[in-house]
């Protein structure tokens, strides 16, 4: 298990692939860890050197405080992702984020454009709220912990279907959730609640991928869309049959439709 001192915390990575290859971060989204990634992998290791890490706070990445006033905000988590490739010795890099790894990704293209060739953003969106919803989660985490939100973040991340089908992925995730910290989710969550990304994304200068799940109810694709028609030039792909977290649902059509897009480059 690779662990690496980068911006200030130990993080935990994964790098595979062809050493001469381009470069693809993958980011994480909340409440998970790199491992959503793994039945995307195989598709693309041969062509790309798969980078996938922990985000702060989960998985094995080092966790840091938060309090009720400051948690973590998407500059820090964009500068997480940023010294990660400094201390690899990666100088550029594609870049694919799920969820709040979308919006870190996005603003990781705003602050670093020298860093990202290519941008996917998949299930994401410009700001995720509203406020209020991240409010309550937060509160009901520090009242009953991570079990308080486990069971019912299943509903938003995966289709009825894959649901009653996979209930042993479902009970996986369910406890993927269940045992990420409570600050480095709190932390996330108040990053998300507290980042609008919109404005600044007018002066995102890579070509972009948007990607959403046709049954995402977290981040809907009417919000992909408007994230697409927010970012010059971007490209929008609606995903059938995948909800939140398609890597897990679709492997093997999202990656067909980031390697098309990546091939386009």
Known sequence: MPFIEAAG??????LTGPADAPVLLFANSI???FHIWDAVVPHLSQRYRILRYDMRGHGLTQVTPVTEDAGYSMDVLADDAAGLLDALGVKRAHVCGLSIGGMMAQRLAVKAPGRV????LCDTAGVIGPASVWTDRIAAIRARGMTAIADGVMARWFTQGFRDSRPD???GYTAMVARTTEDGYVGCAMAIRDADLRTA??????PTLVICGAEDV???PDAARELAAGIPGARFELLPGAAHIPGVEKPTELAALIDGFLGDL
């Open 117 to 120: 060739h290519g941008l996917i």
């Open 31 to 33: 409440g998970t860890s």
């Open 169 to 171: 992925q479902i009970r």
């Open 9 to 14: 915390i130990t993080q935990h990575y994964d």
């Open 201 to 206: 994304n007018a002066g995102i200068e890579a």
């Open 218 to 220: 977290a981040t809907p």
